[in-house]
């Protein structure tokens, strides 16, 4: 057909595409609630077929940690800071899962659907932001950590290892921690070339900020600068709000800890919308 074509149907038929790919990021920030749980409730729906292994899968890993070390180390360690050292350490595993869950799913889940299915593309034709789904995304990571830290708060007070109803207090820690974690992995994501570039956060992060927050034994252990270095990791704060609660002591310095877990989220959330955008649109 010619350049000249009055109906100028070839050029119509090139550019339509060109103005759908640049339509559906835009705009930036989620619309309403009622977007982004639909996002939460379609990730939902798909996980709930295979919720048994899933939650087996999530749960296996810290409860080795809690048993072995606990039971292990427990005999040789006795008490740490007036209880056993299964129960402070049930305390800082419940942390450690909740941080793990919300990455691995932020993550490598995450970038399934993002870059591998194309499912972020196939929602975003619908009415529905870039922000409606990064929110909707980060909100199920952190339900995965909720269950995946709630699950093993109730096995540590059922064989008492916390105390009722101090635990059930750390539920709202457990939730906002969810969503720090799921926000710093979703930037994560927002680089990852493929699946093997989250072996450098898992590497890099997760393992130094799991051996160094006071999960396996108290920060008060560590050298001044390496403690005072540990203030910036927000699982050190997880940690110090949960472990109290669970074992029925008095939380310390409570809205230091709130803070810097909602100023982690708050930016990790932003910085996590903006880079997607610009990966998104390329």
Same mark, same amino acid.
């Given at each position: 057909?010619?350049?000249?074509? !009055?109906?100028?149907?070839?050029?119509?038929?090139?550019?339509? /595409?060109?103005?759908?790919?640049?339509?559906?990021?835009?705009?930036?920030?989620?619309?309403?609630?009622?977007?982004?749980?639909? *996002?939460?409730?379609?990730?939902?729906?798909?996980?709930?077929?295979?919720?048994?292994?899933?939650?087996?899968?999530?749960?296996?890993? /810290?409860?080795?940690?809690?048993?072995?070390?606990?039971?292990?180390?427990?005999?040789? *360690?006795?008490?740490?800071?007036?209880?056993?050292?299964?129960?402070?350490?049930?305390?800082?595993?419940?942390?450690?899962?909740?941080?793990?869950?919300?990455?691995?799913?932020? #993550?490598?889940?995450?970038?399934?659907?993002?870059?591998?299915?194309?499912?972020?593309?196939?929602?975003?034709?619908? !009415?529905?932001?870039?922000?409606?789904?990064?929110?909707?995304?980060? *909100?199920?990571?952190?339900?995965?950590?909720?269950?995946?830290?709630?699950?093993?708060?109730?096995?540590?007070?059922?064989?008492?290892?916390?105390?009722? /109803?101090?635990?059930?207090?750390?539920?709202? *820690?457990?939730?906002?921690?969810?969503?720090?974690?799921?926000?710093?992995?979703?930037?994560?994501?927002?680089?990852? !070339?493929?699946?093997?570039?989250?072996?450098?956060?898992?590497?890099?992060?997760?393992?130094? #900020?799991?051996?160094?927050?006071?999960?396996?034994? !108290?920060?008060?252990?560590?050298?001044?600068?390496?403690?005072?270095?540990?203030?910036?990791?927000?699982?050190?704060?997880?940690?110090?709000?949960?472990? /109290?609660?669970?074992?029925?002591?008095?939380?310390?310095?409570?809205?230091?800890?709130?803070?810097?877990?909602?100023?982690?989220?708050?930016?990790?959330?932003?910085?996590?919308?903006? #880079?997607?955008?610009?990966?998104?649109?390329?």
């Amino acid at each position: 057909m010619s350049e000249q074509d !009055p109906q100028n149907t070839g050029v119509a038929a090139v550019a339509r /595409p060109a103005a759908i790919h640049t339509h559906y990021p835009q705009p930036l920030l989620p619309r309403n609630a009622r977007n982004w749980m639909m *996002v939460w409730y379609r990730n939902f729906m798909v996980w709930k077929k295979l919720a048994i292994p899933s939650m087996i899968g999530n749960l296996a890993d /810290p409860m080795i940690y809690l048993f072995g070390l606990g039971l292990g180390l427990g005999l040789l *360690v006795g008490q740490v800071n007036g209880v056993s050292y299964i129960a402070f350490l049930a305390a800082g595993t419940t942390a450690s899962s909740v941080m793990m869950s919300a990455s691995f799913e932020a #993550m490598y889940s995450a970038f399934s659907r993002m870059h591998v299915q194309r499912t972020w593309e196939a929602i975003m034709h619908a !009415p529905l932001t870039l922000g409606d789904v990064v929110l909707g995304e980060i *909100v199920w990571a952190a339900s995965k950590a909720v269950l995946s830290g709630a699950a093993i708060m109730l096995v540590a007070s059922a064989l008492g290892y916390a105390q009722m /109803p101090g635990a059930l207090m750390a539920l709202p *820690v457990i939730v906002l921690a969810g969503i720090t974690f799921a926000s710093l992995a979703m930037i994560v994501t927002a680089f990852a !070339p493929g699946y093997d570039f989250f072996m450098f956060y898992q590497t890099l992060v997760i393992t130094p #900020m799991l051996l160094l927050s006071g999960v396996f034994f !108290p920060l008060e252990q560590l050298p001044e600068g390496v403690r005072t270095a540990t203030g910036f990791l927000p699982l050190s704060h997880a940690v110090a709000l949960i472990r /109290p609660l669970m074992l029925g002591t008095p939380v310390q310095h409570a809205a230091l800890h709130v803070g810097v877990l909602v100023a982690y989220a708050v930016v990790a959330l932003i910085v996590a919308l903006v #880079m997607l955008r610009r990966r998104m649109l390329k």
